[in-house]
């Protein structure tokens, strides 16, 4: 365990951090942190009782950190700029300072350590998987990169005195921060190409994830989608293909969920009677593997099915905010081409005679350089598009990486760049049938306004 009592974070509104600054505060350490703009999970802290500040200057830091140096610890996210202040003030004056995943692996390394890696998916899975363990007799603890509908947080700690507490993480694999880690089973949902400004090319990133899997001593704890995680042994799953160690057989599906079975290629009995409780074969693949992984580590099949049946799902995966006769809105996060395609997809198999509208926010000037001309592709296969200025995050802009540059790739007609604010005044100007908004950086904050103009 952590031996300073003042735990200081830097980027404490993110979404991993924020549940580690919950952690340590439920368990009575000192804790306060600093974050670049206000957010509902900065104010959810200071509901708590967490002090948070917006303001880059070492006098708004409590003196509690500030008069005693050697009992405080700084916990930082990789993606806080090299120029940031607070920083480089508590670098300079020799404080303990740890990223968010080494403390996060001396958190869960004395559990029993569930963790999901993937360039996609492993927010819904992670989530899953904590929902069978609610419906199980096992004692845990979550750390998730999303809103659980089930939990109603993205941290969950459930005291008492089993013998062996399990711990849920989500294994990120910016900046090789997975390898931080100690897992005893894991999922490994995909190993697409992204990170790039990091990792430099996709053979690298690759590497990563074999070097993330070799983690997990036991082959047989290791489950990974045959379709989409590349060059890792183990345990192979899938939604679709039959030729992977264990596949879904999908007996019915709407657009509320899909009843399956699991069936195998290793001479194991059948797993029936399975019924996931969102659409979306790309959800069902995560729910596959969710499964796969809990009944290894004991968890009982009664209590997988429960989860399963009883999912709600997280905010902003394949979130329906808006549900009626004349509208279908759904808020996704998707941001890699990857993720595009799957929720297009899902959607269009949903309702295929229906127009679908999509509004898309591009996260990161180096993401969209990358991934230019696959994002023209996925984003094509929609029938209207609005897209927004790119959402630069810790980066600053590089010349001729626009939305503008996305839209001139693209073989769709009905698309337009609008500022982020005009979105909404776009939109009622348009006759929606089925409405998208994705992304992964502010365009969440278009989802209540436009939610209260479809009457949701």
Same mark, same amino acid.
């Given at each position: 365990?952590?031996?300073?009592?003042?735990?200081?974070?830097?980027?404490?509104?993110?979404?991993?951090? +924020? @549940?580690? !600054?919950?952690?340590?505060?439920?368990?009575?350490y000192?804790?306060?942190? /600093?974050?670049?703009?206000?957010?509902q999970?900065?104010?959810?802290?200071? %509901?708590?009782?967490?002090?948070?500040?917006?303001?880059?200057?070492?006098?708004?830091?409590?003196? @509690?950190? *500030?008069?005693?140096?050697?009992?405080?610890?700084?916990?930082?996210?990789?993606?806080?700029?090299?120029?940031?202040?607070?920083?480089? #003030?508590?670098?300079?004056?020799?404080?303990?300072?740890?990223?968010?995943? $080494?403390?996060?692996?001396?958190?869960?390394?004395?559990?029993?350590?569930?963790?999901? !890696?993937?360039?996609?998916?492993?927010t819904?899975?992670?989530?899953?998987?904590?929902?069978?363990?609610?419906?199980?007799?096992?004692?845990?603890?979550?750390?998730?990169?999303?809103?659980?509908t089930?939990?109603?947080?993205?941290?969950? #700690?459930?005291?008492?005195?089993?013998? %062996?507490h399990?711990s849920?993480?989500?294994?990120?694999? =910016?900046?090789?921060?997975?390898?931080?880690?100690s897992?005893?089973?894991?999922?490994?949902?995909?190993?697409? !190409?992204?990170?790039?400004d &990091?990792?430099?090319?996709?053979?690298?990133?690759?590497?990563?994830?074999?070097?993330?899997?070799?983690?997990?001593?036991?082959?047989?704890?290791?489950? #990974?989608?045959? $379709?989409?995680?590349?060059?890792?042994?183990?345990?192979?799953?899938?939604?679709?293909?039959?030729?992977?160690d /264990?596949?879904?057989?999908?007996?019915?599906?709407?657009?509320?969920?899909?009843?399956f079975? &699991?069936?195998?290629?290793?001479?194991?009995?059948?797993?029936?009677?399975?019924?996931?409780?969102?659409?979306g074969?790309?959800?069902?693949?995560?729910?596959?593997?969710? @499964?796969?992984?809990?009944?290894? !580590?004991?968890? +009982? *099949?009664?209590?997988?099915?429960?989860?399963?049946?009883?999912?709600?799902?997280?905010?902003r995966r394949? $979130? #329906?905010?808006?549900?009626? %006769?004349?509208?279908?809105?759904?808020?996704? /996060?998707?941001?890699?081409?990857?993720?595009?395609?799957?929720?297009?997809s899902?959607?269009?198999? *949903?309702?295929?005679?229906?127009? &679908?509208?999509?509004?898309f926010?591009?996260?990161?000037?180096?993401?969209?350089?990358?991934?230019?001309?696959? =994002?023209?592709?996925?984003?094509?296969?929609?029938?209207?598009?609005?897209?927004?200025?790119?959402?630069?995050?810790?980066?600053?802009?590089?010349?001729?990486?626009?939305?503008? @540059? &996305?839209?001139?790739?693209?073989?769709?007609?009905?698309?337009?760049?609008?500022?982020?604010?005009?979105?909404?005044?776009?939109?009622?100007?348009?006759?929606?049938?089925?409405?998208?908004?994705?992304?992964?950086?502010?365009?969440?904050?278009?989802?209540?306004?436009?939610? $209260?103009?479809?009457?949701?």
């Amino acid at each position: 365990m952590v031996d300073k009592k003042n735990i200081y974070f830097l980027g404490i509104g993110g979404i991993g951090m +924020s @549940a580690l !600054a919950r952690y340590f505060h439920a368990q009575g350490y000192v804790v306060a942190g /600093y974050d670049k703009t206000p957010s509902q999970l900065t104010t959810t802290l200071q %509901e708590e009782g967490i002090l948070v500040s917006f303001v880059d200057e070492v006098a708004a830091v409590d003196v @509690a950190y *500030l008069n005693h140096k050697t009992e405080a610890m700084v916990v930082y996210t990789p993606a806080i700029p090299q120029e940031n202040v607070l920083f480089n #003030y508590f670098k300079d004056e020799g404080y303990t300072l740890a990223k968010r995943a $080494e403390v996060l692996g001396i958190v869960t390394k004395q559990t029993v350590n569930l963790s999901v !890696a993937g360039t996609h998916g492993k927010t819904t899975t992670s989530s899953i998987v904590a929902t069978i363990l609610q419906y199980s007799e096992k004692q845990f603890s979550a750390f998730l990169g999303g809103i659980s509908t089930n939990l109603g947080s993205n941290y969950f #700690y459930q005291k008492g005195n089993h013998e %062996e507490h399990m711990s849920i993480t989500e294994a990120d694999e =910016f900046d090789r921060s997975f390898l931080h880690l100690s897992p005893d089973y894991a999922i490994i949902t995909s190993t697409d !190409a992204d990170h790039l400004d &990091i990792y430099g090319k996709k053979e690298d990133l690759e590497k990563s994830y074999v070097d993330f899997s070799k983690r997990i001593a036991e082959s047989s704890h290791r489950f #990974y989608a045959s $379709e989409y995680a590349q060059h890792i042994t183990g345990v192979s799953y899938s939604a679709s293909s039959s030729h992977a160690d /264990y596949y879904a057989v999908v007996e019915s599906k709407s657009g509320k969920g899909t009843r399956f079975s &699991i069936a195998n290629n290793k001479g194991d009995d059948t797993i029936e009677n399975l019924y996931l409780n969102i659409p979306g074969e790309h959800n069902l693949e995560n729910a596959v593997g969710a @499964a796969l992984m809990t009944l290894k !580590a004991g968890v +009982s *099949l009664e209590a997988v099915r429960n989860g399963l049946a009883n999912f709600k799902g997280i905010k902003r995966r394949f $979130e #329906y905010v808006v549900q009626s %006769e004349v509208v279908t809105y759904i808020d996704d /996060y998707a941001h890699h081409p990857s993720e595009l395609k799957a929720i297009i997809s899902s959607v269009r198999n *949903l309702y295929p005679t229906k127009k &679908i509208t999509a509004v898309f926010q591009p996260h990161l000037f180096s993401r969209t350089q990358d991934f230019m001309a696959d =994002f023209a592709h996925e984003l094509s296969r929609v029938d209207e598009l609005l897209l927004v200025p790119i959402y630069p995050a810790r980066e600053v802009p590089i010349d001729g990486i626009t939305s503008e @540059a &996305i839209m001139s790739k693209m073989t769709l007609g009905s698309v337009k760049c609008v500022p982020k604010d005009n979105v909404l005044a776009e939109l009622k100007n348009t006759q929606i049938e089925v409405l998208l908004t994705l992304g992964a950086g502010d365009i969440d904050r278009l989802v209540q306004p436009i939610k $209260e103009y479809y009457g949701g």
